[in-house]
């Protein structure tokens, strides 16, 4: 390892420098990439394979040589916390004044992505890429074209989830949400929506993370007389204490969640309560899904989870835009990113980032089709597809796909 490398990991340890990647020279081959997510906070079980995932494409692309002439990519982590706008901005700083990053993959929850873009990528002229970020808000803010998202806006989550449940004769309904960007966009998408189709939302009300005890929430929640409890929260913080106070209490048994409360640790702590669950997350069925599957695995990454193949996408979006540019210079790639992420050109898919920094390194056009079948609108986010689960046997079982 080289000597810059081992200063970097050596500073960045309580930030979790990722050791994977490639011996990168101290000559002017090492080109930084930001990768910040929540590694604490309320989806802090979500981000490692998030983070791996991203870091697997950086890594494929450094190793296969044909990046700007062999140049490496080396990924430098922060911590966006996914709540705190002040440390997930200062992280952000770092990353690009210290480690001097040309690009940022990230961030993950909507209010420290939209904090990063409008205080430090959009000042210092970065591209930032989002694989999880999923506000409505985003769509429409100031970023001089500079951030992307390869999740979609929640504005059509809240239609899906509206759709599912009228589908199912589900019409009357209690929801909480988390007290922030992310659930007051999901709240109010679904809100709309669900009423557009005829249903009634009981009651709908924020709640806090970080608390104890989730007591009173749940209390006028079941108040209400709903027998259904949509829960816009996170995995790891107030979304699992509302479940597990509605378990407790008995006050709910039918439980409906969205992306941010898919994860293992949510039915490790809540059990066969949950069976029956149903939950919704950014997700397709495209040939390009089961083949990182398959590349994540060969590669000894766990691609089976949220947000891990717009991952592993946002990042080779983020490589492949340079190429594309001919340059790793700040914002450089922003110009190319809806060039190479949609047609004409040849689909690339998992596992060949090759194939496609070596096609336009000869002037050639791709289309990314990657992980999530990646299709970028024009204001530079996923149209999108989500995959509909249910808690069945311990784990979330994927059901079909719209």
């Known amino acids: 390892m080289s000597r810059i490398r081992l200063a970097a990991c050596v500073a960045l340890a309580a930030t979790l420098c990722f050791a994977l990647a490639p011996e990168a020279k101290a000559d002017g081959h090492e080109v930084k990439v930001g990768v910040i997510l929540g590694f604490t906070g309320p989806i802090e079980s ?16 450094s190793d296969s040589g044909a990046f700007l002439g062999g ?8 911590d966006s916390t996914c709540i705190d706008a002040a440390a997930a901005t200062a992280a952000a700083e770092r990353l690009v004044t210290a480690e001097d990053v040309a690009a940022i993959f990230g961030a993950d929850c909507s209010g420290v992505t939209i904090a990063i873009t409008n205080n430090v990528a959009v000042p210092n002229g970065v591209v930032i890429i989002s694989p999880s970020a999923t506000s409505p808000a985003l769509t429409t803010i100031e970023d001089n074209g500079l951030f992307f998202r390869t999740a979609p806006s929640d504005a059509r989550q809240g239609q899906v989830i509206a759709e599912l449940l009228i589908e199912r004769g589900i019409d009357n ?58 829960v816009f929260g ?7 204490g509302i479940i ?61 989870g949220p947000f891990r193949g ?17 340059s790793a210079d700040r914002g450089a790639a922003a ?32 289309d990314y089709v990657g992980a999530s079948a990646v299709e970028l ?13 249910e808690v069945e046997g311990g784990a979330f079982v994927t059901k079909s796909y719209r």
């Open 173 to 230: 309904v209690a929801v909480t949400y988390t007290n922030n960007d992310y659930g007051k966009g999901l709240d109010g998408s679904f809100g709309a929506a669900f009423a557009g189709l005829g249903g009634t939302v009981a009651i709908s009300a924020a709640h806090e993370d970080g608390k104890g005890d989730y007591s009173a929430e749940v209390g006028a929640l079941s108040a209400s007389g709903a027998e259904h409890l949509l």
């Open 234 to 240: 996170y995995v790891d913080q107030g979304g699992k």
């Open 377 to 389: 609108t024009d204001v530079g986010e996923a149209a999108g597809s989500y995959a509909i689960m």
């Open 335 to 366: 110009a190319k990113v809806l060039e190479v992420a949609n047609a004409p050109g040849e689909p690339i898919l998992p596992g060949e980032l090759a194939k496609g920094l070596q096609i336009l390194a000869d002037g050639g056009d791709i």
């Open 46 to 61: 979500l981000t490692p394979d998030m983070a791996a995932s991203a870091e697997l494409a950086l890594k494929e692309v």
């Open 71 to 78: 140049k490496a990519l080396v990924p430098v982590r922060g």
């Open 244 to 304: 597990q106070t509605s378990v407790d209490t008995g006050a709910f048994e039918n439980f409906v969640v969205a992306d941010g409360m898919i994860g293992d640790s949510l039915i490790e702590a809540i059990g066969d309560a949950l069976t029956g669950t149903i939950g919704t997350a950014p997700g397709s069925d495209s040939a390009g899904a089961q083949m990182f599957l398959d590349h994540a695995a060969a590669n000894g990454v766990d691609g089976d």
């Open 310 to 326: 717009e991952s592993y996408d946002a990042a080779a979006l983020i490589a492949l835009s340079m190429q594309a540019a001919g």
